[in-house]
């Protein structure tokens, strides 16, 4: 049978052999992350389909700083979620609502076959739609405060949260050059030099850990690099109630403000560029599925998403 040690010596969970070896102390989503993917990988145990479903069970229910230590009702609600997951998921293919299949015909047209999906449909659906996807740089200066309750994507989703108006803004080496896409106090305290120059610093690293985060998705699905290039920094500084959206067009914008809490002291990168690309993924499902809401056409993209990642930085 399968041995689980836990040690205060181990930083990072491994396998050897038929042993797991487990960090000995407060148990956070990265952890529970870090092991089911090394016990899905090293032993296979589970079906592809319950490991995907307690997988997104764990990021949809458990808060993403570090400080958050898990307990036994946060367990509870992932196993919950986890089953109410994977019983969508089975009404979903069991009913007829797999996956498209575009395949070419002899007369140069298309026809869809409705079929389960794999690694290689969604590269396939990403082909189509980049080729739809022109790349939504810096000339569109404006975008409207945004609501997104029309995406029928249930509770407790930060992308669900209104954006404020936001507007680009040229910004210097302080802030890490180039533009951001700003609130209007923000932008006004920016062409002002009133912004304080602490938080100068952290939107520079942010920025830093973001264009990290893009860079590891591109390497693990070389396929998103058309949809990655309209990835967009912006900071929202009135509001924290959203990591990142997608606009319904081209583009996604991240909202830097909303991870300023994690930039303190000596933070864990490595831990926060883990969140930033699940949160770029978590927005590149709705550019691929803008349709499905949070529901299970979404959720197996991003999962297949997740998964390829997992798989790029452990073989990296």
Known sequence: GIKVIFSKDIKVAFTH????????GKVSRK?????LNVCHSR???????????LMQAVFECLPSRDTHSCEMK?????????KVVRKEASEFLSGGGLGERVTETSNHGSETEMVPTTMKDLEDKIKRVSKKTKEAGPDTSIIPGTGFG?????????????????????????FGGGHLLCDADTVSSIRTKTFPAATRVKISQLRDLLEEACSIVRSSIPALGTLLNNVHEGYDGRNDTYEAFFDGGERIVVNLFAFLPKIQGRFNS???????????THELGHALEPAAGHGPVWRDAHMKMMIQVMQYLESN
């Open 17 to 24: 052999e038929t042993s797991i070896f487990i960090s000995d």
């Open 31 to 35: 952890l529970i992350i870090s092991v």
């Open 43 to 53: 032993f296979e145990v589970a079906s592809a389909e319950n490991y995907t479903s």
């Open 74 to 82: 946060d367990v509870e609600r992932v196993l919950k979620k986890a």
């Open 150 to 174: 029309e995406d029928n994507a249930g509770d407790g989703h930060d992308c669900l949260q209104n954006a404020s108006r936001l507007a680009k803004v040229k910004v210097d080496n302080s």
């Open 270 to 280: 490595r831990g926060l560029i883990h969140d930033l690309v699940t949160v770029v």
